[in-house]
């Protein structure tokens, strides 16, 4: 059974850093690119950044371009989210999801995110 | 990057057939076939039910299918079920190697 469990949110003041991780198991975890999609509350999702199997291939989306920086450790099975110069605007739920076919065919339960002072 | 266009909300009832349009542009949508259909009800994470246009991953019902038709994508759900009152978003593969969401859809089965 795929299990992805996020973790590392929490609430964190403007300008800082939070890292986030994301525990794959279930499947082999160095087949699949992976990626981070976020939520805030009652609106809808916004895709992050992925990265592919081998880190060769990254993207961002334009509104965290710069400040947050997606890796992976396929010996751990774990995606992780570096996220500095943390905004307002950040504050979401973060999935963790696995790539098939250009689909996120599994989610994780997500962790909060909150920027505030 | 900006959202690809869904409508805001959709209603049927019971057994009725609805369908959900996701326009992009010929960047996105028109561009490729791998736009992808999610399902999320309140509190939970969302579920993938179609992906690459048109496939269905094992164990989603076949009253969901997918199409596409230059820059708009469509999600059919037809024999509406109560079960099936949930939000619904688009994702499409993008020229910039990105993808990008459509701003969801409220299904209300009334």
């Known amino acids: 059974e795929v299990q992805l469990v996020e973790s590392g949110g929490g609430l964190v003041q403007p300008g800082k850093s939070l890292r986030l991780s994301c525990a794959a198991s279930?499947?082999?975890?160095?087949?699949?690119?992976m990626h981070w999609v976020r939520q805030v509350p009652g609106k809808g999702l916004e895709w992050v950044s992925s990265i592919n199997w081998n880190t060769v291939d990254i993207d961002y989306a334009d509104s965290v371009k710069g400040r947050f920086t997606i890796s992976r450790d396929n010996a751990k099975s774990s995606l992780y989210l570096q996220m500095n110069s943390l905004r307002a605007e950040d504050t979401a739920l973060y999935y963790c999801a696995k790539d098939a076919h250009f689909a996120c065919d599994f989610w994780g339960q997500g962790t909060m995110v909150t920027v505030s002072s | 990057q900006s959202a690809l266009t869904q409508p805001a909300s959709v209603s049927g009832s019971p057994g009725q057939s609805i369908t959900i349009s996701c326009t992009g542009t010929s960047s996105d949508v028109g561009g490729y076939n791998f736009v992808s259909w999610y399902q999320q009800h309140p509190g939970k994470a969302p579920k993938l039910i179609i992906y690459?246009?048109?496939n269905r991953p094992s164990g989603i019902s076949n009253r969901f299918s997918g199409s596409k038709s230059g820059n708009t994508a469509s999600l059919t759900i037809s024999g509406l079920q109560a079960e099936d009152e949930a939000d619904y978003y688009c994702n499409s593969y993008t020229s910039s190697n990105t993808r990008v969401f459509g701003g969801g859809t409220k299904v209300t089965v009334l």
């Open positions: 690459e246009v048109s």
């Open positions: 279930g499947f082999t975890f160095n087949d699949y690119a």
